[in-house]
């Protein structure tokens, strides 16, 4: 028998990526921080977009974390016409940017080790840059907004 020992990292270190994907079109704008996620860089990413927008009207699917729940994102995207449509409870498949994430995960994380966190932030930048370009093919027929639906529901009495 031999010992097979597997590297990991040592200690916590985080890099964070909040974005929002166009369901459309398939644009990521993100925004990254090596802290905590909370309602300030919600907030940053509601205005990032709101840069972006070409003028058209902008709803941004939401979970239910506080940090996009609370009262500072609900005013600031109201300040910048952003209309929060947030999802139900449990339903992370039901937001088309979790398969994003998924396809991310798979492309740079599985099966690597990186020994330094800059090459781990630089594995993940690179992978989301390349959305619209190298990945974009495979990505249009991966976020497609076919969500299954269930037309006849029983429930069954205990």
């Not at 509601?46 to 609900?74: F, H, W």
């Not at 600031?76 to 449509?85: F, N, R, S, T």
Request: glycine share 4%.
């Amino acid at each position: 028998m031999t010992r097979l020992f597997i590297k990991s990292p040592a200690g916590r270190q985080r890099f964070n990526v909040l974005g929002a994907l166009n369901a459309v079109t398939h644009q990521l704008i993100s925004i990254t921080n090596d802290t905590y996620i909370n309602s300030d860089s919600v907030c940053a990413l509601l205005l990032k977009l709101s840069e972006a927008s070409t003028g058209i009207p902008i709803t941004v699917i939401l979970d239910n974390a506080r940090y996009q729940r609370c009262m500072k994102v609900q005013d600031y995207a109201e300040k910048l016409k952003i209309e929060l449509l947030f999802l139900p409870p449990y339903s992370p498949n039901l937001n088309i940017i979790e398969r994003l994430w998924k396809f991310t995960k798979r492309k740079c994380l599985y099966a690597k080790y990186y020994e330094k966190l800059p090459e781990f932030k630089t594995a993940i930048s690179a992978c989301l840059s390349k959305t619209g370009t190298d990945y974009k093919q495979e990505l249009d027929s991966f976020l497609t907004m076919n969500f299954q639906s269930f037309k006849k529901i029983q429930i069954m009495k205990g």
